[in-house]
């Protein structure tokens, strides 16, 4: 198998590592990622109907009219992508159902306290903003009070104010 974008005379066919397989965007990085904890899992969002598939499925391709080529290419697909999936499980230990179940579930409750934090945080800063909101009301009126205050709270200083209408003085 020729690497793109290496010497046609190059020394290996198949990358040292089987991450060059698999890229960036794939379903295994995607649970790697989530099990890890540096991703949250999608699954359960309000719109979230994703179907997790790792491999193709070859017979329905076929029957809707792919051809022998397409065939070769998903076999390949679907050994690559059970290949690097094999391959997470036994380097992170997973290789039993129940340590599988288990770092599942311990991924589930990081995500669902990950989201309660977000959800009280969120909250907080609701509140900082309706503060910054009244601090700033205050700024806008202090002067008027202070006026107000050493005028020893005289109802001449609490006349209206007229509005600015633009021209100076009197006409």
């Known amino acids: 198998m020729y690497i793109h974008g290496e010497d046609k005379n190059q ?43 790792l491999i193709v ?6 029957r809707a009219g792919k051809g022998p080529a397409y065939e070769r290419w998903a076999t390949i697909y679907n050994l690559k992508q059970m290949a690097a999936a094999l391959q997470y499980l036994q380097e992170n230990g997973l290789m039993d159902y129940e340590q599988l179940e288990q770092k599942a579930a311990e991924a589930t409750d990081r995500f669902h ?4 934090s977000i959800k009280t945080t969120e909250a907080a800063m609701n509140v900082n903003t309706e503060l910054k909101a009244a ?10 009070f202070e006026g107000y205050k050493a005028a020893r709270y005289s109802k001449k200083s609490m006349r209206p104010t007229l509005p600015f209408t633009g021209r100076r003085g009197p006409q």
């Open 11 to 53: 020394l290996t066919l198949m990358p040292a590592c089987l991450d060059d397989y698999v890229g960036e965007d794939s379903v295994c990085r995607v649970i790697a990622a989530i099990i890890e904890g540096r991703a949250v899992p999608t699954e359960g969002r309000a719109g979230a109907s994703r179907k997790v598939n």
């Open 57 to 62: 499925d070859i017979q329905s391709e076929m």
């Open 113 to 116: 306290s990950l989201s309660d």
């Open 135 to 144: 601090i700033v009301d205050y700024a806008k009126t202090q002067p008027i």
